[in-house]
């Protein structure tokens, strides 16, 4: 009677731990699944798309891209389109800080979000002049100081005016960023965050992707939408209709909203003038004064009136 | 019986030279050990960088050149030792160089050497390294920089190796008679670098017509190897660096912590290998002249640099002054401003300072306050560009080396101290003959001046004998 | 023993349903229907240059939280409707601006007084509440010429439309805008580049000096009826060489401190620094070679003192 009831407890025993381990673990195995599940991809919508046989498809809107089309060749990137020389025109009088430009950007080259290509400064000239919010992109100079001082020709100067870098000739010295007055280039210092589909499109100086670590990376006026007839993204993304883009030879230059102009005129009555002009490296980028601006100016902190302390980018918001 | 004590006097010589060559005492390996060991932990941090990318190091987009490019342009800059304590005095003519001109000629090789290895450290992309040779682009001061500094490690090493040849037939011949580790290895190396040194007339003829052009030719190169490195910071349109008195400042900066550098030189091996009878307090105290001259005119450049902007304070070049002289990096700015220009030029000018101990100390200062200047050349100037730095990641503000920097430049820096030590354990750190061709010529001096002494002292008898 | 066994058996039943609770719960959020917007439809009338005509719409849908947003894949279904009933022409779905574009073919059905009426329906969508528009429209034709005279270069926009009897007639007095085709957008050919057609429906416009052509100096000329109450908007085109030949670069890429290849200057000055130093360094490795060769002089001259 005892033993029996000895191996009788020691069953219970035996099945009281197995039934609790197996049930904790069924619950955690759960809830962690649960959680790899529900982990948020990077941004991105659920778009329904006609295919090219009619039907319609689901897909992630990080694998539609505006143009598609193959990119060019190193020797065409490096030559440019033959008869046009762009320029840039941004009306700060209509630019509200929103950024809205740096989201079009990154969106459209996979950039990380640290990275901002056209970045938007709040630019307060002295302590008695106003406000304003600034948005810098490239300028790709005609006199430009990153070109000169590059020793492997892996950054170039097109014929066409944009300024392009060659990731896959890049020995990653910095003497370009170095060089750069206006502090418009990133250096890719670790290994790029990237999906495996952008890492394995086929690279071109035109594209900016997939990123290479140790190279150098800019602005680049978006070169293979201008092949297919389409503004850079920081243009059409721009809601305030700021930022015009054209072609000098043209002497026009359209806004988001298709509002083209005649460039000399424009700058001739806003007065159109580029940024640091003194240094002589002749921007491609012209900026038409914030007078009578419709927005708000910037909140300026005490600090950044002396133009270098400043708010730090908040990079808890950002998913990386 | 005056030839047999000249002969004494050489063969003195000679043994002096060549006992460090032979012995590895305990010091020694510890001394070794210790450097590889901090070599190694250099290398394992160099390939932690090469597995993680720079992102590694604290470089980010705006201080994108940092520990690295500085201890570069101070390497570059200790490699003026050389040039300036051998070429110049010796087309001076000055004949107290001799026991210091190996030593000088060797910290230029191994700083070039070391120096030139920084760059090649600082690169996204070292596996591309031969873009450079295929795709050079001659309008870069960055391939300016590649070139001038091959070029004058080229004449470095042949600077040093021209003197060395008759002392390798000197090594190669007394081999037999003593008693050293890795002898068959010493043999074949002594045999190969004395290229069948005889000294017949003949080979000294072309010797000395090849270290007169190499003395020539070394000088100018070694100036512009310093003003291209100043090119790839004064080629910028950058507040700071924009300036057109550049060139001239980083050589005399280059020329003042080079010659603090062979003073130190000296004083190692002085004590290290007992040489005291060679490199005497004269020595120190000519060298510490030289240096206080250079010194005066680095003061002289430095006061050029910074007061002609500070009288003008314009806007982004006045962001950098007041940062530099009240804001976060006055510290260090007046320290070195006062402590290692200021300082060394008082205790140099006192006779009492340029004494061994106090001399070697003021150098140590020099030397080490170089670096820290080089550093404040570079880094503050790329922390105010022109456009604000504004909502940027937080370690994008602000720059101090991490562990990767500091543990790879101080490998890099055992690495030239390792060199140095096998060097001296395998080559005499005098150059014999020079020094034998200097107690000959003094041997000689004293022999005339005896010689003469006695005819005057005759002459003088017979005058007197005469008007008696 | 048994009632541990059922203790035991009952706890892990309890649990396993805790777990599929959980695991339904999250699957539920998943799949909570969402609620539907309410939609607003712009809706317009284009026929462009190739004479393709197309009905376009921009869909704003209003938020939970009252903002206006772009309504993206929206199916709209188009009915055109006279006095015979509603017939369907066909559907489209709104991009990620809310836009779509429907084109039309030839044969659409005509209601009165020579005007179509054409309707945009959302009907049974899954994000949106149903909502409809319509428009009524009149198709009109313009024909640009381009006349030059000594003195000046003069574009013609005629404007004409079917009237009741089927017969086209000139329309009067509609307001033609007159555009430039460049690279992204249609500039303005004139700062007052409006003008109202006359009683023949001809609109003249002095075409301006001086704006830039392609290579060839050619020149696409638009004139636009934009917007219009009645006849939406309505476009065509000429192309003419009265363009600025942009003349190509000779040579794009000049020799420069900024391009590929150097200015010579500065090549000649790297030429003779850089071969002059390694020439002498070549030189004292020529003499370097010379003594290492000289190793035998000695014992020959030895030799010939003792022959002497």
Known sequence: MKKENESTNENRRKFLKLGLLAGGTLAVGVAGLEKVLSKEEHSGMDKTVMGNDGKMYKTNSKNLKECCSAPVSNEEARKGIEGKKFVMVFDLSKCDGCKKCTDACQEMHFTELDREWIKVFKMKDSETTAPYYLPKPCFHCDNPPCTKVCPVNATFKRQDGIVLIDNERCIGCRMCMAACPYSTRFFNWSHPVQTPEVAAMKYSPEQGYPRRMGTVEKCDFCPDMLRQGKMPACVSGCPMNVIYFGDQNEDAVTNSSGVTLKLSQLLEDNAGYRLLEDLGTEPRVYYLPPKNRKYPKPEMNSGEKNGHKHKEMDMGNMMM | ?468 | MKTYKIIFRSIALTLSLIVICLVCSTAQNQNEPKEKMNTSIQISFHKNSELSKMIAVKITAKTKDNKREPAQNAHVNFYAQNNVGQKNIGTCITNNEGKAEMVLSKDLPIDTGMSYHIVAKIENDEMYNNSDEEIHFKEANISVKLNATDTNRIVTATVMALGNDGKEKPVKDIAVKFYIKRMFGIMPAAEDNVLNTDENGIAAFNYPKEIPGGSTGSIIVIAKIEDNEVFGTVEANSEVKWGNVIASEKNPFPRALWEPYAPPSLILVFVILFGGVWSTYLYIFYNMFKIKKDKGLEQRELEEMIKQ
């Not at chain 2, 400042?249 to 009878?277: D, N, P, Q, T």
């Not at chain 2, 000519?286 to 250079?294: C, D, E, Q, S, T």
């Not at chain 2, 220009?341 to 080490?368: E, F, W, Y």
């Open chain 2, 1 to 468: 019986m005056e030839n047999s004590n000249i002969s004494y006097e050489l063969e003195a010589v000679r043994e002096d030279c060549l006992r460090p060559t032979h012995k590895w005492g305990l010091v020694t390996k510890i001394w070794l050990g210790c450097l590889f060991a901090v070599a190694a932990w250099g290398l394992f941090a160099f390939i932690f960088q090469l597995r993680h990318g720079l992102g590694s190091t604290a470089m980010r987009n705006y201080v994108s050149w940092g520990l690295y490019i500085s201890t570069f342009v101070f390497f570059i800059g200790i490699s003026h030792s050389g040039t300036l304590v051998s070429a110049i005095l010796r087309i001076t003519k000055q004949e107290w160089r001799r026991p210091i001109t190996r030593s000088a000629e060797l910290l230029t090789f191994v700083s070039l050497l070391f120096g030139g290895i920084m760059p090649i450290i600082d690169l996204g992309r070292p596996d591309r390294l031969l873009n450079l040779v295929i795709y050079g682009r001659v309008q870069s001061p960055l391939l300016w920089d590649v070139i001038s500094i091959c070029t004058y490690f080229t004449g470095s090493t042949v600077f040093l190796f021209l003197p060395m040849i008759p002392d390798m037939a000197l090594c190669r011949d007394r081999l037999i008679i003593c008693d050293t580790k890795f002898k068959k290895f010493r043999k074949w190396l002594y045999t190969f670098l004395a290229l069948g040194w005889t000294g017949t007339k003949n080979q000294w003829h072309i010797l000395e017509k090849v270290m007169t052009v190499m003395t020539i030719v070394i000088i100018p190169v070694a100036v512009s190897v310093h003003t291209v490195v100043s090119y790839i910071f004064a080629m910028t349109l950058r507040p700071g660096w924009d300036s057109t008195v550049f060139g001239p400042y980083f050589v005399a900066g280059a020329l003042y912590s080079g010659s603090a550098g062979v003073i130190l030189g000296m004083a190692f091996f002085r004590k290290a290998y007992h040489l005291e009878k060679y490199i005497t307090p004269r020595h120190f105290d000519l060298m510490g002249r030289i240096v206080l001259a250079l010194t005066l005119i680095y003061a002289y450049l430095n006061l050029n640099e910074y007061w002609i902007p500070a009288y003008k304070m314009a806007t982004h070049e006045g962001f950098l002054l007041k940062d530099l002289f009240f804001g976060s990096y006055s510290g260090v700015f007046w320290t070195l401003q006062f402590g290692s220009v200021l300082l060394p030029i008082i205790i140099m000018a006192n006779p009492k300072g340029r004494q061994i101990l106090p001399l070697s100390i003021t150098c140590i200062i020099i030397v080490i306050g170089a670096w820290i200047k080089r550093y404040i050349i570079v880094v503050p100037t790329l922390l105010h560009p022109y456009m604000p730095i504004q909502e940027v990641p937080a370690d994008w503000s602000s720059y101090f080396p991490n562990w990767v920097e500091w543990s790879v430049t101080m490998g890099c820096l055992s690495g030239i101290f390792i060199v140095i030590t096998l060097f001296s354990k395998l080559f005499p750190m005098m150059a014999v003959w020079e020094v034998e061709e200097g107690v000959e010529i003094e041997h000689d001096r004293k022999a005339i001046l005896e010689i003469k002494n006695k005819r005057e002292a005759e002459k003088r008898l017979r005058t007197e004998a005469s008007v008696n």
